[in-house]
């Protein structure tokens, strides 16, 4: 039998009923009686609301703030001194602090209607100056957004290590102004749920679109004030979450609170123009930044001043400050640095409120530091890739503790980078002309990080969050006919968790694959999990899932010894089958035994039977890191500012691979939109806070025909510290290729001595940086 | 995002179709391959009260011809261009432009006169056709009437068509066997709008020499200049003359929007370049 364990490139079980259009996502379900909501935001971006009216006729399906009483805003509080807590209603109330905030809800029998319903309610605003961007909202003096504020920021940090002494004496001093677009992050599916009162059970179910079912079932019952116990919150599949659906989000407070008060089914389903108005933002920055190093370009020390554009309020859990955390924390990436300076400030703005996508804070910190690394080598006259070689934390260092603390487990980071230099031919590239037949300047750039994976207890208590994950849980059972089901916590958002844990549960058991079921993200019947973010799922749970299947398989191994008068000691797995020598059961024989036919077993069998619930969490708290480098090989046309990316090579090491191709998806759907970031992706606000793409023609996601071959080879360096050697990959190519890419747009401008720091770097950009290099457009041809 | 209600009527001839236009005080709005109007219905920004559904109306697809001119009913949808359902006249440029449009799910439904009377200054055909000279066929309460494609725009999203009336074809000059033509759209990625459309067409048997930038967030503009200097000096040097003369008159544009419309131009007209010397 071809092996189906840890390793496999098995196809995944959740693809047949995908590709036969049988998923079952939130917009899929029907509850008779259901009814439709639809929601009035609001128009401005900072305002008090003097007055609210609801259509004559409409009283009951109209919902104000005030409709609601006991329920309470999402507020997310925070352990670290000198953060600001902010409330964040299911309903506006007296004041909006953005564009898309909710003020009413509106129910019909469908869509349609409510939205007719939402055009008759009438809000009167005055409106207020609105925070457009990080200089004002960070400037002295500026009105705080919310009430008891000393100032406008949800938190400042800074962190100070060694920097006075390398200041004096650094003979290079490169200094970079870098900023990062507002995004959204467009999973296919939207944010959407269902929330239906079932009478039998006598509890709230909440049919919610998330990451993170057991955390939103938290969140669901501290906003309302009800029982955790009465709530059931069961994720149907989900169509991508990306970070958007690992919060709670007014939304479904506001739905769950109308199926609960109104014993009744209700849904609301995200619109694309919801989503990218209202919806979660990302990835907003701004870094100053000072780097000293000496004549080869070997960092001394790091000196950045960060800015995140937070929006209006904290969503919860993650709150409003673990991007900054995460940009401190992970700004100087895989590079021995030994100095090192860095003030953040998390502002508060009227947009909607900055949520963690793919990658947190690591997309613009790895753009940051890759674009410094690559204006040092220019400062020093050195190729980019030499210098990033030489700053590299060696495999010889490693488990190597950075500047911010950070424990580096395992790996080989220079190799992953010359790896990707030989996959990308750069000798070849740079024995080339640097203008291609059709005029075109080609530009070679590189890109290495570390993604902080399945961080667990100790880290999250430090960021202060309200919700500290701790050990996962899983429960594996053998059922009476000999197939193995898996129940856990976490849920599936297309990352193929009902495969890769069940892979991991045959790599302990051996029962066939086709044979295990994996049952996720349901309140009712899983055990606890906070869920998947964080690339934590395949090390946390399939942890948890490895520590319960070892059980089980022990059990299972008892009582085929009975069955076949040996020593559990004797019994081995093999083809499909259990075995002591020659002699064999099956998995079905054992199952019958221990649920239909107890008469055949010895009285001291273990009571625990054929089930386990096993709890994991690593050897330490601190993560596991994956890494990759990232090479760009890029054709920028000086003339209209388009980037036609010709080649993309990838070089990851996610430790133990579950299933080779399940990577190789995750790099690839990760760097597809880390491709958006780079080139295409901006969400802009005016001056009067206004959205101004509100629609996929304004906001540009890559299509197939902009997105290159990413070509993948894996290194895999098993890690000390976890289950299996496991690291998480989940959010790691998102994190490379606007560092990469952008490089190598600037690699590529060179000769006409231009360079881009702002992303996506549009045409316009381009262009803007070419004429900045040259006085006349001309000139450029 | 579902659109405001209204009222849906698929009329099965022309004198239908008018009739029911007529009535200005009844805010109808035709309604073809939708690929424009559908989402504006949706996100309610186009608020008829009466949709009138054109595409049964046969009349509004036929293909005539004559010696010199040929015209195209304008239901006609991107894809039966593109995909050479009647016979071309022009040289593989309409089929050529045809099949840049969007994505094959739009041209499938989206309709040539549909988005021509839709007036987006970035769309295709409202560049081809002005650069072709063609003429747009309308019909309306008094009767028919013909304007020249290169002034059917009045400005973004607005055309000449009046609220009553409707267009039915699309009339355009048969291009000879040595006609040369180029056509270069900057778009960022794959079936988006274009930044900016340059097209050449010269036909010396026809007498025609046409330079054009589109995509000018208003009515597509003939580089008159530049066609002369085309048809008396070559495309070379109208190359030179067309970057001058986009400079003159779009001095309103974004110096980079500029840049990329003189690009388009002088690429268009490098394609009859290349063409000529081979």
């Known amino acids: 039998m071809a092996s189906e364990g840890i390793g496999a490139r098995v196809l995944r079980k959740e693809d047949a009923r995908h590709l036969r259009g049988r998923g079952q996502f939130v917009g899929d379900i029907r509850i008779p009686g259901m009814l439709e909501v639809a929601f009035v935001r609001s128009p401005v971006a900072h305002a008090l609301i003097r007055e609210r009216k609801k259509p004559a006729g409409f009283e009951n399906s109209v919902i104000f703030n005030d409709d609601m009483p006991g329920v309470l805003p999402i507020t997310t509080r925070s352990s670290i001194p000198g953060y600001k807590v902010s409330d964040y209603p299911a309903l506006a109330a007296e004041r909006v602090r953005f564009v898309g905030e909710t003020i009413a809800m509106c129910v019909a029998p469908n869509r349609a209607a409510a939205e007719d319903l939402c055009e008759l309610v009438d809000i009167q605003y005055e409106e207020l100056d609105p925070i457009v961007n990080c200089a004002t909202g960070r400037a002295s003096g500026v009105k705080p957004l919310h009430d008891g504020w000393t100032d406008n920021l949800f938190l400042r940090t800074s962190f100070d290590q060694g920097m006075d002494e390398v200041i004096a004496k650094a003979p290079v001093v490169v200094e970079l102004e870098l900023s990062t677009a507002r995004q959204t992050m467009h999973p296919m599916e939207g944010k959407g749920l269902v929330a239906w009162w079932d009478h039998r059970a006598g509890q709230l179910v909440v049919h919610t679109s998330t990451q993170v079912p057991h955390m939103i079932r938290i969140g669901l019952a501290e906003c309302l004030g009800i029982p955790q116990a009465i709530i059931r919150v069961a994720a149907p599949d989900v169509g991508g979450g990306f970070g958007y659906k690992c919060m709670l989000m007014p939304e479904e407070v506001a739905v769950a609170w109308l199926a609960y008060t109104r014993q009744g089914a209700f849904r609301w389903i995200e619109d694309r123009r919801e989503h990218l108005t209202a919806g979660a933002n990302a990835r907003q920055h701004e870094y100053k930044i000072k780097a000293y190093a000496d004549e080869r370009g070997r960092f001394l020390g790091l000196d950045a001043d960060v800015a995140v554009d937070c929006g209006a309020y904290s969503v919860w859990p993650f709150s409003a400050c673990l991007e900054a955390a995460q940009a401190s924390g992970n700004l100087p990436g895989p590079y021995d640095l030994k100095a090192y300076r860095c003030s953040t400030f998390s502002v508060a703005t009227n947009k909607p409120p900055f949520a963690p996508y793919r990658g947190v804070a690591r997309p613009g910190v790895c753009f940051a530091i890759e674009l410094t690394i690559d204006a040092i080598a220019k400062a020093v006259g050195r190729e980019a890739w030499e210098v990033r070689l030489e700053n590299l934390v060696a495999a010889s260092a490693m488990p190597y503790t950075n500047v911010t603390k950070k424990f580096y487990d395992s790996g080989n980071y220079p190799a992953s980078l010359l790896e990707v230099k030989r996959m990308i031919d750069f000798d070849r590239i740079r024995s080339e002309p640097r203008r291609d037949a059709k005029g075109r300047y080609l530009g070679v750039g590189f890109a290495t990080y570390t993604e902080q994976s399945a961080h667990g207890t100790k880290v999250f208590a430090q960021w202060g969050l309200p919700l500290v994950p701790g050990f996962d849980q899983a429960h594996v059972k053998l059922t009476p006919d000999g197939a193995l089901e898996i129940k856990a916590g976490i849920h599936t958002i297309g990352q193929g968790l009902e495969t890769t844990l069940a892979q991991i549960a045959h790599e302990q058991t051996r029962v066939p694959l086709k044979d295990i079921r994996v049952v996720l993200g349901d309140t009712a019947n899983t055990p606890f999990s906070t869920g998947a973010y964080a690339s934590r799922g395949i090390v946390m749970t399939g942890g948890a899932v490895s520590v319960a299947s070892e059980i089980v398989a022990g059990r299972i191994k008892s009582i085929a010894a009975h069955l076949l008068q040996v020593r559990p000691e004797d019994i081995s797995f093999r083809d499909g089958a259990i075995f002591a020598g020659e002699a064999s059961v099956s998995y079905e024989d054992v199952g019958r035994a221990w649920y239909m036919r107890p008469d055949q077993l010895p009285d001291d069998v273990d009571r625990g039977g054929l089930e386990a619930t096993g709890a994991y969490k690593p050897q330490i708290d601190s993560g596991v890191f994956s890494y990759a480098s990232h090479a760009a090989y890029v054709a920028v046309d000086a003339e209209t500012g388009l980037v036609e990316i010709l080649d993309y090579a990838i070089c990851e090491d996610c430790g133990t691979m579950v299933n080779p191709m399940i990577v190789d998806g995750q790099t690839i759907g990760g760097a597809a939109q880390g491709v958006g970031t780079a080139l295409f992706e901006e969400s802009p606000y005016d001056d009067n806070g206004q959205p101004l793409a509100s629609t996929l023609i304004d906001y540009l996601l890559p299509g197939p025909t902009e997105l290159p071959r990413f070509r993948i080879s894996h290194m895999e360096t098993p890690s000390p510290y976890s289950a299996h050697g496991l690291k998480g990959v989940g959010e790691g190519g998102a994190i490379a290729p606007a560092g990469a890419l952008v490089n190598a747009i600037n690699d590529a401008l060179a000769p006409l001595n231009a360079a881009v720091h702002t992303i996506p770097a549009s045409p316009e950009r381009i262009l803007a940086a070419i004429a900045a290099a040259k006085p006349t457009l001309n000139d450029a041809a | ?278």
């Open chain 2, 1 to 278: 995002m579902k659109p405001a209600p209204f009222d849906y009527v698929r009329p099965r001839s022309l004198p239908e179709a008018t009739a029911l236009l007529s009535d200005e005080s009844a805010n109808a709005k035709i309604f073809a391959g939708g690929q424009s109007l559908g989402p504006m219905l949706n996100l309610r920004l186009a608020r008829p009260a009466k949709l009138v559904d054109i595409r049964n109306i046969q009349a509004l697809r036929a293909v005539r011809v004559d010696e010199k001119s040929y015209s195209i009913g304008a239901t006609l949808t991107h894809a039966e261009i593109e995909d050479g359902a009647f016979e071309d006249f022009s040289q593989g440029l309409l089929p050529f432009v045809a099949r840049g449009i969007a994505y094959r799910a739009v041209r499938n439904r989206g309709t040539v006169g549909g988005s021509l009377s839709h007036a987006d200054p970035a769309a295709d055909w409202v560049s081809t056709m002005a650069a072709i000279g063609a003429t747009m066929v309308v019909h309306g309460p008094a009767g028919e009437r013909r304007v020249p494609a290169e002034q059917f725009l009045v400005g973004a999203f607005t055309s000449k068509l009046g609220a009553t009336e409707l267009l039915t074809a699309i009339e355009l000059p048969r291009l000879s066997a040595t006609a040369r033509w180029g056509y270069y759209k900057v778009c960022r990625k794959t079936g988006e709008f274009a930044k900016a459309i340059g097209v050449t067409i010269q036909d010396p048997r026809a007498g025609i020499f046409r330079v054009l930038a589109g995509s000018t967030e208003g009515r597509p503009v003939l580089l008159a200049r530049s066609g002369e200097t085309l048809a008396t000096q070559g495309a070379d040097r109208a190359a030179g003359v067309a970057r001058q003369e986009i400079e003159e008159v779009l001095p309103h544009l974004e110096p980079g929007h500029r840049q990329q419309l003189a690009v388009a131009v002088q690429r268009s007209l490098q394609k009859i370049s290349l063409l000529e010397t081979v």
